[in-house]
């Protein structure tokens, strides 16, 4: 039987002191694949037990990045921070131990505490500000975390000086570099042991203060207030935790944080799908325990380790499939911001629901449909051509009230106040507006179910062209399109995507972890859905073959 949404048991706790152990003490080897430095959608990830995530992973990642920057002409300071998981904080000393030795302007956080993904994105735009492409003045950032992931996992990402995701070409130059460094053991990264560094060398910057104050100019938080709607905040262990207790006192909202406890084994979570921890504030098995509360608040919100996704649980309906909250944000947004562009569009990945698309053509609006990994939206988030950016995995942003950027990543924080202010400026909870769209547009029927695929496996998956489905028909329905690129910027969406006139599917493998990722939905119901996963699974099986 199960065990998934029951609470974690000892058995299931990392020995913290093992996994940090295995930090210092694991050495990769480069001529395995899976010891290498490898760049996902979100960075760098892995466990040290697997050495994967090790010292010399990140000294080499870190001497990389100096490298990447310095031939880009970036020498402003580097904003630094780091999430709750175990191996967050040695890896943050290691890179400060090289980026010090490079004589790099590190930022890091003023109060030496947890630093969300937003947060740190946030800074990189604020001080950029003004400055233009060609500015060598210009700052960028790493934030040490791998989001939702199991406890044992460590991540390192960097983030360009537009403040979002780096791209392929960045991604792909680092790790080169990177793999290069650990192959020549290390010779190359300049290091300043940590014992030689103190407070003089590292420059600080209080990220919480400056984010919180900022979200008068994105979120109507006076709305929230008079409307007294009681927000209960899960952190979910994650670095969020203290950025809601500010957000209440500065704002003076009924907010509570429900579970202010941070441990790097996350014993207070319920398990995940294939019974690990994770922290996915949109897996209702790891939100289990937050749902069981869902009428003691008006509106109740999750976040992962970086705070950059948001689950969003109300009384009437428990937690919100991601797909229905962003449909519901997007049509709140384009009608309660009258200062936004006109012109912006609707960004959102094309493994998100159908209902986003006729929600958009409701409003008048163009839908920017790109492929998985928010790094797509940056470029019109920073312009303002693109007003909101979604993922179907829970994660967004948009722009601020007066049509600026906000942040060019995922921010979790910002999706869960919004939810508060939809309910207190309309009355209504995202479910119950959710439950009018699909009397309007049709009721979604929609599923991601993840499986188990080898490195070799999701190699295959990734490469799928057109040409690998013959058939004609999905589930009774003539398919209308088969998709390897994205129809939003023509950019490869690494895997496949079958369309018919109300439904789809698309696989693809995950880039952090070994399991591929079969998404689909369809507008005639479950049982639709259901004959659209059977021949989607039947595709997939065929491709693999013995990969």
């Known amino acids: 039987m199960s065990r998934a949404g029951q609470p974690a048991e000892a058995s299931d706790l990392i020995d913290i002191d093992e996994v940090i152990s295995a930090y210092y003490d694991v050495k990769p080897d480069p001529s395995i694949a899976a010891q290498r430095v490898a760049f996902g959608t979100s960075g760098h990830r892995g466990s040290s037990l697997l050495a994967s995530f090790n010292e010399v992973h990140i000294l080499a990642t870190t001497q990389a990045i100096v490298d990447y920057r310095r031939g880009q002409g970036i020498e402003g300071p580097l904003f630094l921070g780091r999430d709750t998981h175990g191996l967050s904080l040695p890896a943050e000393r ?22 969300p993904t937003p947060a740190l994105s946030h800074a990189i735009l604020a001080y950029n500000k003004g400055r233009d492409a060609a500015d060598p003045g210009r700052a960028d950032g790493i934030v040490v975390t791998p989001s939702h992931n199991p406890p044992r996992d460590g991540g390192f990402k ?84 203290e950025y809601w207790a500010l957000i ?27 019974e690990k921890i994770r922290m996915d504030p949109s ?44 449909a519901v944000a997007i049509d709140y947004l384009f009608s309660h911001r009258p200062s936004w562009p006109q012109g912006a569009a609707v960004g959102k990945t094309l493994v998100s629901s159908m209902i986003i698309d006729r929600v958009a053509e409701s409003l008048g609006r163009t839908l920017l449909e790109v492929p998985v990994g928010f790094k797509w939206f940056v470029p019109g988030l920073l312009d303002g051509s693109v007003a909101f950016g979604g993922e179907e995995s829970a994660g967004a942003s948009f722009l601020r009230f007066d049509g600026s950027v906000w942040t060019t990543d995922k921010d979790g924080l910002l999706l869960c106040l919004l939810a508060a202010e ?18 309007d547009f049709g009721a979604s029927a929609y599923q991601r179910v993840d499986a188990a695929a080898s490195p ?13 489905v013959t058939a004609t028909e999905l589930a009774g329905e003539p398919i209308t399109a088969k998709l390897s690129h994205a129809p939003g910027n023509g950019a490869a969406i690494g895997g496949l995507k079958v369309q018919t006139e109300h439904a789809w599917f698309a696989a693809r493998p995950s880039g952090t972890e070994d399991v591929y990722k079969l998404y689909a939905e369809s507008l005639r119901g479950p049982e639709h859905l259901a004959q659209v996963q059977e021949e989607a699974r039947a595709v997939v099986a065929a491709a693999l073959g013995d990969s």
């Open 94 to 115: 290691s890179a400060i131990e090289v980026l010090v030795a490079n004589g790099v302007d590190v930022r890091v956080d003023s109060r030496d505490a947890w630093v």
């Open 158 to 241: 960097y983030n360009p000086p537009h403040g979002g995701p780096a791209d392929t070409d960045a991604t792909g130059w680092i790790a080169d570099r990177a793999n290069a460094l650990i192959e020549a053991n290390l010779e190359g990264v300049q290091r300043t042991l940590h014992k030689d560094i103190n407070e003089d060398t590292l420059g600080e910057y209080d990220f919480r203060d400056a984010y919180v104050r900022d979200l008068a100019n994105i979120i109507d938080m006076p709305a929230i207030k008079s409307a007294g709607v009681r927000i209960g905040a899960d952190p979910l262990g994650g670095a969020s935790v």
């Open 248 to 274: 209440a006192e500065v704002y003076d909202i009924d907010l509570t944080v429900v579970n202010p406890d941070v441990d790097p084994t996350w014993r207070f979570m319920t398990l995940d799908w294939d």
């Open 283 to 326: 897996s209702p098995n790891a939100m289990a325990s937050l749902v069981q509360k869902r009428n003691e608040y008006d509106i109740l919100t999750g976040n992962d380790a970086d705070a950059d996704r948001h689950g969003i649980v109300t009384p009437d309906a428990g937690l919100m499939n991601p797909n229905h909250f962003l």
């Open 422 to 439: 939809i309910l207190a400026v309309t009355g209504k909870t995202p479910s119950q507006r959710y439950t009018e769209l699909e009397a």
């Open 456 to 468: 070799a496996q999701k190699a295959t998956l990734g490469k799928l062209s057109p040409e690998a």
